[in-house]
């Protein structure tokens, strides 16, 4: 008895050091945005300071931020339109079709994610330039859903894999062909999934950097190359970089905190067992 | 033309051959039941008849209509599974429907099948309810409801009952075989557990490796089973086999130390056995307790005594293998006890000890059943 309390203590304290370290750099970045430089660099640290939200507002009204961030909604949000449908389809089947080919196409989807993104980066931006797309949606969509598509597919059909087949089995005896079966009986069971599929998907189109440096331009620049932007020397571009960063978490923060029901169910999808 | 048949209906998988080419007929209105060990592809067989499998070989017909290639959808077929396979996210009700939904039954027309499967089933008060909130018996009943309410040709039952605890099973039994009587539908039922299969089966098919080992029904398999391997899996408990040598012309068979004079009916088959292994079956309920030692006694050290209150159950070992008395229940006996027990001959069967093809039964095996297992009778 004693022993298991001082296990759960140990696990305790060592969670509670994680959050501490995982927090500090957004509180950090929390602090500098709402300072004036020369407080959020003096040395000793002052704790007492009034808050100013002049570099919010400044760089969400005034450098055009609000613009970039309608930029990173579109693409993420036509990621996700793309790539969890898509996934979505492929990951049933290589669910339900369990060949030695179904294998090795699902190996294969994984070759993609084992290439560091700068060596992807350059056919990506060859084939978008020779095809006049830079500065274009689409082409940062299609490029966002390649990236993405082996990690829908894989994701999903780890859900897929949670329902029993019987449950297609009954559909087909009840009366339902194949996509009558899947979308009538399996798809609202792996609904939970598309929903966690959809958030990390989108969550990993929202944070691109690389692909969008390269890939956007004056009309599709998203949020995080904007941010960069303000990565100089200048202290004053140090509080603007710091708030860019926090408005940059806020939409997500509000979402993921919407869907927390759908995330937690879906991250327990063996509850759909009858 | 039999309501269903195989024909020559065969099952690969790859290069490993699941069921050799088959052949069965079942008539309209017959409760048969597919029973076999694991692996005996009993299942397989189903899923064949319900088109969840494709046949590698052979034509399957079902009310005169060729059904080879035709989809589960098609075959105007129903199915309870083993682990019920109900819509986790649909309340019972639906799932009931589904089935009607799907083909476009008329909405009155549902409601009013579904309502009426409930009644007979008892599930009206949980129509609402979703699958989870049921208790395993329930959810069987909502399984056989859903498959009630389409009046499909043939119902099909994967192990239906192997899930619920052994009283809900035999009230489970119980009902499936009322149902069946209530509907007079074809019904094919796949168990492993030969109790069920001799209770609720008019006719019973003994499956192995895929090959049939004997269909009909069950007190014909019980007397008269056609070889060693449906005589060891018919009957609980299972029938003693004593490995013997056919001596004397057929008038004695040797088996170990200890000599079973053959009854003169019998001795004419094993005439041309003389000198030959076989196979001496003989129900534990057909084997007495001698005070001492006799011609054709045999003594046995117990292993084990099982009370089951109504009897008991003896268990030792002859020449090598469990050699099993039935008693009515007796005490003051126990593990370690040495008995002496009778053989009656007249009722056992001969069988080729190399093949396990039956070579004769004996002269009284249609005499009698013993009471306690005049109440495994099928009802019909």
Same mark, same amino acid.
């Given at each position: %008895?004693?022993?298991?309390?001082?296990?759960?203590?140990?696990?305790?304290?060592?969670?509670?050091?994680?959050?501490?370290?995982?927090?500090?750099?957004?509180?950090?970045? /929390?602090?500098?945005?709402?300072?004036?430089?020369?407080?959020?660099?003096?040395?000793?640290?002052?704790? /007492?300071?009034?808050?100013?939200?002049?570099?919010?507002?400044?760089?969400?009204?005034?450098?055009?931020?609000?613009?970039?961030?309608?930029?990173?909604?579109?693409?993420?949000?036509?990621?996700?339109?793309?790539?969890?449908?898509?996934?979505?389809?492929?990951?049933?089947?290589?669910?339900?079709?369990?060949?030695?080919?179904?294998?090795?196409?699902?190996?294969?989807?994984?070759?993609?994610?084992?290439?560091?993104?700068?060596?992807?980066?350059?056919?990506?931006?060859?084939?978008?330039?020779?095809?006049?797309?830079?500065?274009?949606?689409?082409? %940062?969509?299609?490029?966002?859903?390649?990236?993405?598509?082996?990690?829908?597919?894989?994701?999903?059909?780890?859900?897929?894999?949670?329902?029993?087949?019987?449950?297609?089995?009954?559909?087909?005896?009840?009366?339902?062909?194949?996509?009558?079966?899947?979308?009538?009986?399996?798809?609202?069971?792996?609904?939970?999934?598309?929903?966690?599929?959809?958030?990390?998907?989108?969550?990993?189109?929202?944070?691109?950097?690389?692909?969008?440096?390269?890939?956007?331009?004056?009309?599709?620049?998203?949020?995080?190359?904007?941010?960069?932007?303000?990565?100089?020397?200048?202290?004053?571009?140090?509080?603007?970089?710091?708030?860019?960063?926090?408005?940059?978490?806020?939409?997500?923060?509000?979402?993921?905190?919407?869907?927390?029901?759908?995330?937690?169910?879906?991250?327990?999808?063996?509850?759909?067992?009858? | 033309?039999?309501?269903?048949?195989?024909?020559?209906?065969?099952?690969? =998988?790859?290069?490993?051959?699941?069921?050799?080419?088959?052949?069965?007929?079942?008539?309209?209105?017959?409760?048969?039941?597919?029973?076999?060990? !694991?692996?005996?592809?009993?299942?397989?067989?189903?899923?064949?008849?319900?088109?969840? *499998?494709?046949?590698?070989?052979?034509?399957?017909?079902?009310?005169?209509?060729?059904?080879?290639?035709?989809?589960?959808?098609?075959?105007?077929?129903?199915?309870?599974?083993?682990?019920?396979?109900?819509?986790?996210?649909? !309340?019972?009700?639906?799932?009931?429907?589904?089935?009607?939904?799907?083909?476009?039954?008329?909405?009155?027309?549902?409601?009013?099948?579904?309502?009426?499967?409930?009644?007979?089933?008892?599930?009206?008060? #949980?129509?609402?309810?979703?699958?989870?909130?049921?208790?395993?018996?329930?959810?069987?009943?909502?399984?056989?409801?859903?498959?009630?309410?389409?009046?499909?040709?043939? $119902?099909?039952?994967?192990?239906?009952? !192997?899930?619920?605890?052994?009283?809900?099973?035999?009230?489970?039994?119980?009902? #499936?075989?009322?149902?069946?009587?209530?509907?007079?539908?074809?019904?094919?039922?796949?168990?492993?557990?030969?109790?069920?299969?001799?209770?609720?089966?008019?006719?019973?098919?003994?499956?192995?490796?895929?090959?049939?080992?004997?269909?009909?029904?069950?007190?014909?398999? $019980?007397?008269?089973?056609?070889?060693?391997?449906?005589?060891?899996?018919?009957? !609980?408990?299972?029938?003693?086999?004593?490995?013997?040598?056919?001596?004397?012309?057929?008038? *004695?068979?040797?088996?170990?130390?200890?000599?079973?004079?053959?009854?003169?009916?019998?001795?004419?088959?094993?005439?041309?056995?003389?000198?030959?292994?076989?196979? $001496?079956?003989?129900?534990?309920?057909?084997?007495?307790?001698?005070?001492?030692?006799?011609?054709?006694?045999?003594?046995?050290?117990?292993?084990?005594?099982?009370?089951?209150?109504?009897?008991?159950?003896?268990?030792?070992?002859?020449?090598?293998?469990?050699?099993?008395?039935?008693?009515?229940?007796?005490?003051?006996?126990?593990?370690?006890?040495?008995? =002496?027990?009778?053989?009656?001959?007249?009722?056992?069967?001969?069988?080729?000890?190399?093949?396990?093809?039956?070579?004769?039964?004996?002269?009284?095996?249609?005499?009698?059943?013993?009471?306690?297992?005049?109440?495994?009778?099928?009802?019909?």
């Amino acid at each position: %008895m004693v022993r298991r309390m001082r296990v759960q203590v140990l696990i305790l304290v060592g969670l509670t050091l994680f959050t501490v370290f995982s927090l500090t750099p957004i509180v950090w970045a /929390l602090l500098i945005s709402i300072r004036e430089p020369i407080d959020a660099f003096s040395i000793p640290p002052k704790i /007492l300071v009034e808050p100013t939200f002049r570099y919010h507002v400044d760089i969400w009204l005034g450098r055009g931020f609000l613009g970039f961030f309608l930029n990173s909604a579109i693409i993420a949000a036509g990621t996700v339109l793309v790539s969890v449908p898509v996934g979505t389809l492929a990951a049933y089947a290589l669910s339900r079709i369990q060949t030695r080919a179904s294998r090795s196409l699902l190996m294969s989807l994984l070759v993609v994610r084992m290439f560091p993104h700068v060596l992807l980066v350059i056919p990506f931006f060859v084939m978008a330039r020779s095809l006049e797309m830079i500065n274009t949606y689409p082409a %940062m969509i299609a490029a966002m859903v390649a990236l993405n598509q082996p990690f829908t597919v894989w994701l999903m059909r780890s859900f897929f894999l949670e329902i029993p087949r019987e449950l297609d089995e009954a559909a087909y005896i009840d009366g339902c062909n194949a996509w009558q079966a899947f979308w009538n009986v399996i798809l609202p069971l792996a609904r939970p999934g598309m929903v966690v599929t959809s958030l990390f998907s989108l969550l990993l189109a929202y944070n691109e950097f690389l692909f969008a440096l390269v890939l956007t331009g004056t009309d599709t620049k998203t949020l995080p190359v904007a941010i960069a932007e303000y990565g100089g020397e200048d202290l004053n571009y140090w509080s603007l970089s710091a708030a860019g960063a926090i408005g940059i978490m806020l939409p997500i923060l509000t979402f993921m905190l919407f869907f927390q029901r759908h995330l937690v169910r879906g991250l327990t999808i063996g509850a759909v067992k009858g | 033309m039999a309501f269903l048949e195989l024909r020559k209906v065969a099952k690969r =998988f790859g290069s490993h051959e699941v069921i050799p080419p088959l052949d069965l007929a079942i008539e309209k209105g017959e409760f048969v039941v597919f029973v076999g060990p !694991s692996g005996c592809g009993k299942s397989t067989l189903m899923r064949l008849i319900a088109g969840l *499998e494709p046949s590698s070989d052979g034509e399957i017909w079902i009310d005169g209509r060729d059904v080879t290639d035709v989809l589960p959808k098609d075959r105007d077929i129903a199915m309870v599974f083993q682990n019920y396979a109900l819509y986790p996210d649909k !309340s019972v009700y639906d799932n009931m429907a589904f089935g009607l939904r799907m083909r476009k039954t008329p909405a009155r027309e549902v409601d009013e099948r579904v309502r009426a499967a409930a009644r007979v089933l008892g599930l009206d008060a #949980l129509l609402e309810r979703r699958p989870a909130q049921l208790s395993g018996g329930q959810r069987q009943r909502v399984a056989v409801g859903r498959a009630m309410v389409r009046e499909p040709k043939i $119902f099909l039952f994967d192990e239906p009952l !192997s899930n619920l605890d052994a009283h809900l099973r035999v009230h489970m039994r119980t009902e #499936l075989v009322r149902l069946h009587r209530q509907l007079g539908a074809t019904m094919i039922y796949v168990t492993h557990d030969q109790v069920e299969a001799m209770t609720m089966g008019d006719r019973i098919v003994v499956l192995d490796h895929g090959r049939i080992r004997q269909a009909g029904a069950p007190l014909e398999l $019980f007397r008269r089973p056609a070889n060693a391997f449906v005589a060891g899996f018919i009957g !609980s408990p299972a029938m003693n086999m004593l490995p013997c040598v056919v001596e004397q012309h057929g008038t *004695e068979l040797r088996s170990g130390p200890v000599t079973i004079p053959v009854p003169p009916p019998l001795r004419a088959a094993l005439k041309p056995w003389s000198g030959k292994a076989v196979l $001496f079956g003989l129900r534990p309920q057909f084997v007495g307790l001698a005070a001492a030692p006799g011609s054709g006694t045999l003594r046995l050290t117990l292993d084990a005594v099982e009370h089951l209150g109504t009897e008991t159950i003896l268990i030792g070992l002859h020449e090598g293998r469990p050699f099993q008395v039935v008693v009515p229940t007796m005490v003051g006996i126990s593990a370690g006890s040495s008995i =002496f027990a009778t053989l009656d001959a007249g009722r056992g069967h001969v069988f080729d000890a190399a093949t396990g093809d039956l070579i004769a039964h004996g002269s009284d095996v249609d005499a009698s059943v013993p009471e306690s297992i005049a109440g495994l009778g099928h009802v019909s």
